[in-house]
């Protein structure tokens, strides 16, 4: 636990900064927020197929986390046909903006990182 985030006697009192970045920086939750950011708002099928191979079931989870957290937020056209389309909050843009620079140092590093796993599962 960081230092600064909770005095260590508080021990029942949960960190704020694990609250925060539990709910937000997971795979999932990075690529689609940062997806948004990219791209705009997206329909469902359209922010499924820019992620990759998330289940229907997975994404739909994730999307609503992130909206339960104010990342982003759900519109729906009742059609016909429905249109349901997600588009990131204030607060999700900046996260995501900043979440753009860890997804361009994975892929500027991801050579380097194969390369020490290589390194690393010969010796084990």
């Known amino acids: 636990m960081l230092n600064d985030t909770v005095p260590r006697d508080d021990k029942d009192t949960p960190c704020p900064v694990r609250l925060v ?3 937000a920086t997971g795979k999932w939750q990075i690529l689609i927020l940062v997806g948004l950011l990219i791209h705009g708002p ?3 099928n359209a922010l499924r197929r820019s992620v990759g191979d ?3 079931r997975v ?3 994730n999307l609503r986390g ?3 957290d104010g990342y982003l937020t759900r519109s729906v056209d009742p059609g016909p046909p429905v249109a349901v389309t997600y588009a990131l909050t204030p607060l999700g843009e900046a996260l995501a903006d900043r979440l753009k620079a860890l ?3 994975a892929m500027e590093n991801l050579t ?3 390369e ?3 390194r690393y599962d010969a010796r084990v």
């Open 54 to 56: 998330v289940t229907q």
């Open 59 to 61: 994404l739909t989870e």
């Open 116 to 118: 020490a796993r290589s």
């Open 112 to 114: 380097r990182v194969k």
């Open 21 to 23: 970045l539990a709910s």
């Open 42 to 44: 997206m329909r469902f």
């Open 66 to 68: 992130l909206e339960r």
């Open 103 to 105: 997804v361009g140092w």
